[in-house]
């Protein structure tokens, strides 16, 4: 079902005097470095060691049709950065978050699990400790085209093994999943965002 497009091995940066054009020197365009910055609430040391890995899997909805793909990609010193594009999604602010099993059975997605959440932190960045499960991650607004192409970041996961991140793929994989509400960040555990109406398996 997966697709690996692209493993670029991570670079070393040697000791050159300077370090402004590290950023420049792997392609990340300055837009894509501050959409994930707005994700980084949290100082965390990230290895990056492993080769930075990005991968394109297939979203279905809970009649099981391909409804479009979710491409996730390795960021150096950060997380991921997750890229969908998907079609006939309900117009509104919508739920996304990565769910602890890599499994979609149709048609509530229960198969996921929970929330990925390795560490057994609370859910939310509004959460009274805001400590937010590894899979957590912002809204997105679905237009009443229900055409969605937009990013998202997440500085707390990575496709490769990083140290300092939680693995998306892992010994049972993950699931992305899309909610027919939105996360209000804050209920536990999971931001009372309603059904689970897409569903995407992350596996190696
Ligand atoms: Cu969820």
């Known amino acids: ?9 991570a670079m070393t940066l040697v000791a050159c005097g300077g370090t402004d054009d590290a950023a420049d020197d792997v392609g990340i365009d300055d ?21 930075l890995m990005s991968a394109t899997y297939p979203v ?12 996730i990609s390795d960021v150096e010193g950060s997380g991921v950065t997750v890229s969908l ?21 149709t048609p509530d997605f229960q198969s996921a699990g ?29 237009p009443a085209s229900g055409v969605v192409r937009t990013e998202i970041g997440n500085d707390r996961v990575t496709l490769s093994d990083r140290e300092g991140l939680a693995p998306l793929l892992d010994a049972n994989g993950t699931a992305l999943i899309i909610h027919a509400g939105a996360d209000d960040y804050e209920t536990q555990p999971s931001g009372d965002a309603g059904s689970r109406i897409a569903c995407a398996v992350i596996e190696p």
């Open 1 to 9: 079902m997966k697709k690996i497009l692209l493993a670029t091995a």
């Open 31 to 51: 837009e894509t470095a501050n959409e994930v910055e707005m994700y980084d609430r949290f100082d965390r040391d990230v290895n990056d060691d492993a080769a």
């Open 60 to 71: 279905i909805n809970s009649a099981g049709s391909e409804i479009g793909t979710v491409t």
């Open 85 to 105: 594009d998907v079609t006939a999604i309900p117009e509104g602010q919508r739920a996304i978050h990565f769910h602890e099993t890599g499994s979609c059975d």
């Open 114 to 142: 929970g929330h990925y959440n390795p560490s057994n932190a609370n859910h939310g960045f509004e959460a009274d400790d805001p400590n937010p499960h590894a899979g957590d991650m912002e809204n997105f607004d679905a």
